[in-house]
């Protein structure tokens, strides 16, 4: 039976690829922010403009921005989630 773990100290930069890694989760999230907001201006204007194929692109716009987020959001948990499930395989 062989029992390996991951191991934070065996290689040198670790620590800032953390850091890195939790930067650009900081970023994805902020870009979201950022889409979800220039999606509801532009659903908002093509719902004024009677412009249906603008406010559907806008709805569109609002989920994957909203779906982005969470993806960012979640993403450490569904790592560990699926190394659980990895390690009872």
């Given at each position: 039976m062989i029992d390996i773990d991951p191991n934070s100290s065996?290689?040198?930069?670790?620590?800032?690829l953390r850091t890195i890694v939790g930067a650009?989760?900081?970023?994805?999230?902020i870009l979201?922010?950022?889409?979800?907001?220039?999606?509801?201006?532009?659903?908002a204007y093509g719902s004024n403009s009677s412009n249906p194929h603008l406010a559907g692109r806008g709805k569109i716009g609002v989920l994957v921005s909203c779906g982005?987020?969470?993806v960012c959001g979640a993403s450490v948990t569904l790592i560990n989630f699926f190394w659980g499930v990895g390690q009872t395989v």
């Open positions: 065996g290689l040198p930069g670790i620590e800032q650009v989760m900081t970023v994805g999230l979201s922010v950022l889409a979800l907001i220039v999606s509801a201006i532009i659903w982005a987020a969470v």
